[in-house]
């Protein structure tokens, strides 16, 4: 679905992004299940607004975009966690910097996306290492990863897109564990999360702030959709902006956290 709604942006004269891979990703169902969603868009706080979803994948594909190609000139990896079948590796300019770039997943969706990329004769711009990790059995995800060639001492951009809804209960240790001992200084964290209702999962934007400040981090910005940094142009004029779709981004400070932070 998701690649779907990429697919008709890249088609537009005016598209925020490129992604040849995304019309092939989308299938024969695709559109349809967007399509469905828009017709529930009430029940996300979009009245009369169908293209909600559209917009959303749009929106929150280009603002991850800018700013793995303007923040990452000085940081040598990637960690994409729940990356599906990501297609940044292979069509993003800015990946050519990377060392390479740790794409995250199920056992499964690895041998999807290997078949997908080898069936398409993609070529990525920087090595791509696929790991194959359970983000809810505790030190699984870090002892893949340093299997895998990462390396913790040097710094990583932390991609979490469409994953911490998932993990309900885990999404917290989840962060806890991504975001701590394997995070070194200088590192960038791209966070995408939902704030509320509040439900397994979700954050409000004070408990991730305490969070992400006892684990070290710093510079964190909240941007929600629709406002200056989630919008593009593309959000529905006179709608506010909506307080439940949300991105923060932040910066591993060069030292420890403070006792406060640990405190809380």
């Known amino acids: ?54 917009v959303w994948t749009v929106v929150r594909t280009k603002f991850i975009d800018d700013l793995i190609s303007r923040d990452t000139a000085e940081i040598p990896q990637m960690v994409n966690l729940g990356a599906g079948v990501d297609t940044r590796p292979y069509r993003l300019d800015a ?37 194959s990790a359970d983000f809810c059995q505790a030190g699984m995800l870090s002892e893949k990863l340093t299997e895998a060639g990462f390396d913790s001492q040097a710094s990583a951009v932390f991609l979490i897109e469409g994953v911490l809804d998932f993990l309900e209960e885990q999404a917290e240790p989840f962060l806890t564990e991504v975001l701590g001992p394997l995070a070194a200084p200088g590192s960038l964290a791209i966070i995408n999360y939902a704030i509320g209702p509040q439900r397994p999962g979700t954050f409000t934007s004070t408990k991730l702030k305490q969070l992400l400040e006892g684990l070290g981090w710093q510079n964190l910005q909240i941007s929600v959709f629709g406002d200056e940094r989630l919008n593009y142009g593309r959000y529905k004029e006179g709608l506010a902006p909506s307080e439940d779709w949300a991105f923060a981004t932040c910066v591993k400070g060069a030292v420890g956290p403070t006792p406060e932070a640990q405190e809380q």
Do not use: I
């Not at 779907?4 to 925020?16: F, H, I, V």
């Open 1 to 54: 679905m998701v690649a779907a709604e990429r697919a008709l942006e890249a088609e537009r004269k005016d598209a925020l992004f490129e992604d040849p891979f995304a019309k092939a990703l989308s299938g024969s169902d695709g559109l349809t299940m967007s399509d469905r969603l828009g017709e529930a868009a009430s029940q996300f706080g979009f009245d009369g607004w169908p293209e909600f979803h559209k």
């Open 95 to 131: 990946y050519k910097q990377f060392k390479a770039s740790y794409e995250v997943d199920t056992a499964e969706v690895n041998a999807v996306k290997t078949a997908f990329f080898s069936h398409n004769r993609a070529t990525s711009l920087c090595p791509v290492v696929n790991v």
